[in-house]
């Protein structure tokens, strides 16, 4: 049983690095990088800083293995990710909802120099998020909210589990839960029109849509960066119902190709990711993304 799962690791992992656009070049210094982190990391149990791009730093435990990806993928969630980057300007405001410990608030606040609201509901990772800010000197950049949202004001319960990026809302009660006070995202967000928001919370994104919908109607609002799988089944929601919903707003689906910096419409069917990048006009967001920062790898590679 354990040699099957070392083995599906090992495959898990390698996946990813073959199919990094990055790292797939240099596949056995991804390789280093991730047993080093894996050694201090998960057998010796250390919390590190690493040097990430653009001069940010990370800090890193065993229980941020998602986030994690950045130290030996260079950049996790690739093509968002320098979406994010190239679309956003400082006189921005982006809303990272599901902020988890700060890869997408780093991005914005960090490289495109733009305002974030981050919202996360863990609270130990609510604590590690403001870290990763504090260490990089964002605290003007940024707003914190450590609640819930959902389609109601209220309280919602959260099953917290060792992967803080894998932590959901549940209708259980389970040992090892906790329970958190909830708002919508149309209360939270009163008077603030932003730009961009992104959303990864673990399934439950059909009820913060619908928490967000006199916001998802402005005009200001142009991208909407949404995780969509199969985990909205907790919920009795099909990923076709968010979907739709999206799109009933006047969003259309698309993926971004970093290298060119330009866009390309997909069909929900043959998308490639799980991540999903919602616009609602197209050639704005095709001349912004020209004109945004670049993200710098090290000395010789930048995008």
């Known amino acids: 049983m354990l040699i099957k799962k070392l083995i599906i690791t090992?495959?898990?992992?390698n996946g990813k690095i073959i199919g990094h656009p990055i790292v797939s070049k240099n596949r056995y210094s991804?390789?280093?990088?991730?047993l080093i982190l894996y050694i201090k990391a998960k057998i010796l149990g250390l919390r590190s800083i690493y040097c990430w791009i653009n001069k940010l730093k990370i800090i890193i435990d065993i229980e941020d293995w998602y986030f994690a990806r950045n130290v030996y993928l260079k950049i996790n969630e690739f093509n968002e990710s320098c979406f994010t980057v190239h679309f956003?300007?400082?006189?921005?405001?982006?809303?990272?909802?599901?902020?988890?410990?700060?890869?997408?608030?780093?991005?914005?606040?960090?490289?495109?120099?733009?305002?974030?609201?981050?919202?996360?509901?863990?609270?130990?990772?609510?604590?590690?998020?403001?870290?990763?800010?504090?260490?990089?000197n964002l605290n003007s950049k940024t707003t914190l909210y450590n609640i819930g949202l959902g389609?109601?004001?209220?309280?919602?319960?959260?099953?917290?589990?060792?992967?803080?990026?894998?932590?959901?809302?549940?209708?259980?009660?389970?040992?090892?839960?906790?329970?958190?006070?909830?708002t919508t995202l149309s209360s939270l967000l009163v008077k603030i029109k932003p730009k961009m928001l992104k959303i990864d919370v673990e399934g439950y994104e059909y009820e913060v849509l619908k928490g967000a919908n006199n916001l998802l109607r402005e005009p200001s609002l142009e991208v909407l960066i949404i995780e969509i799988?199969?985990?909205?089944?907790?919920?009795g929601v099909s990923e076709e119902v968010t979907m739709?919903?999206?799109?009933?707003?006047?969003?259309?689906?698309?993926?971004y190709l970093p290298f060119k910096r330009t866009?390309?419409?997909?069909?929900?069917?043959?998308?490639?990711?799980?991540?999903?990048?919602?616009?609602?006009?197209?050639?704005?967001?095709r001349m912004q993304l020209l004109k945004g920062q670049k993200i710098i790898i090290n000395s010789r590679l930048w995008i």
């Open 10 to 13: 090992i495959l898990n992992i």
């Open 30 to 34: 991804a390789w280093f990088n991730y």
């Open 88 to 136: 956003l300007k400082e006189k921005d405001i982006f809303v990272d909802i599901g902020a988890n410990v700060g890869h997408y608030t780093l991005l914005a606040s960090g490289i495109s120099g733009c305002r974030t609201i981050a919202i996360e509901p863990i609270p130990l990772t609510f604590k590690k998020l403001k870290q990763n800010i504090s260490l990089n």
């Open 151 to 182: 389609s109601t004001e209220g309280k919602l319960f959260f099953n917290v589990v060792e992967n803080n990026a894998l932590s959901h809302v549940s209708s259980e009660n389970y040992s090892d839960g906790i329970e958190i006070p909830s």
């Open 229 to 235: 799988n199969e985990h909205g089944t907790r919920y």
């Open 244 to 255: 739709r919903y999206i799109e009933s707003f006047g969003f259309k689906p698309f993926a």
């Open 263 to 285: 866009l390309k419409a997909i069909t929900i069917p043959n998308r490639k990711s799980e991540n999903i990048i919602y616009l609602k006009n197209e050639n704005a967001v």
